[in-house]
Structures are given as C-alpha cells and as structure tokens.
C-alpha cells in the first residue's frame, strides 16, 4: 500500500519570522504534514539551523530548496535526507550537476516545464520529478509509476 507524502511549503508564508516559523510548523504537524519545504535561497545560516531544529522535534524533514552551491553545502552538512529542484535550476549547469551528482534523493519539481521529456533524463536513481497542478503534458503520466512522485 503507498503511503501519501504531504509536504507543507513555508516558503513564502513565514516572512523571516522564526515565531511565525514554528507556528506554521506547529500547525503543518497537527494537520498531518509528512514535511516541510522551505526555500533557503535568502537565508542567513543560523535561521536555517533553528527551523531544521524546530522541524527534528517534531520528526518533520525539512525539504530545502536551494540556489547555491554554499547553501547546498549547508544542507549536505545538515543531516538533510532529501531537497528539491526545480525549473529554475537549469539555468545554472555546474550547480545543477554539482547538486545531481552529489547522490542526494531529490524531488525535481516539473512547475513551468513545457516540454514533453524529463528535464534531467531518466537516468538518475536520486531524481524523482513532482507532478505540479499546474503540470499539463499528458506524456509524464505514462511514466508516473517509473519516474514521478506527486
């Protein structure tokens, strides 16, 4: 039987607020959040630590996404199990595949993809891509079980 990942975006809701922070983090937990997904694009590093912290006590992984190769850094040395990526990454091909080939489980979003293959392939074990609402291409659904989650 699959088990529904729900993962809960702060991102833009928490407005650099730590007690905001943990009152969305409470509240995602008590409605059933598998996660929380944050992005650390404009992060200081010690906000980021608290909100990993805040989210380990209540045994919610803290999904980040991130831009730069330091704030990836940050993650891999954070006990952080899985990120995201998305359309917006491709514009910057070292990163991308510095952040690929690190063997990280990451979720790849297809938000504002148009075109009818995977952005990265297929051939990556670490890659699983994220149906969005907003996704359209009947083509990804013949590959659902395979290559996508969400």
């Known amino acids: 039987m699959n088990r529904t990942f729900l993962i809960t975006s702060i991102s833009n ?3 650099n607020s730590i ?3 943990e009152q969305l983090i409470t509240q995602a937990k008590y409605c059933g959040a598998s996660a929380i997904h944050l992005d650390i694009s404009d992060l ?3 906000h980021f630590e608290f909100i990993k912290g805040y989210c380990d006590r209540f045994n919610l992984p803290l ?3 991130v831009q730069s190769k330091e704030k990836f850094d940050w993650i891999k040395g954070s006990d952080i199990k899985l990120h995201v990526m998305g359309v917006d990454h491709l514009g ?3 990163t991308c595949a510095s952040f690929v080939q690190s063997g990280l489980p990451t979720f790849f979003s297809l938000d504002g993809w148009e075109k009818d293959e995977f952005p990265l392939g297929t051939s990556f074990r670490n890659i ?3 149906i969005t609402k907003d996704c359209s291409k009947k083509s990804y659904f013949s590959k659902f079980n395979e290559n996508v989650n969400g």
């Open 13 to 15: 809701t928490w407005h």
């Open 63 to 65: 999904i980040p996404s």
């Open 19 to 21: 007690h905001l922070a």
């Open 44 to 46: 200081q590093k010690q």
């Open 128 to 130: 699983k891509y994220l």
């Open 92 to 94: 910057n091909s070292t």
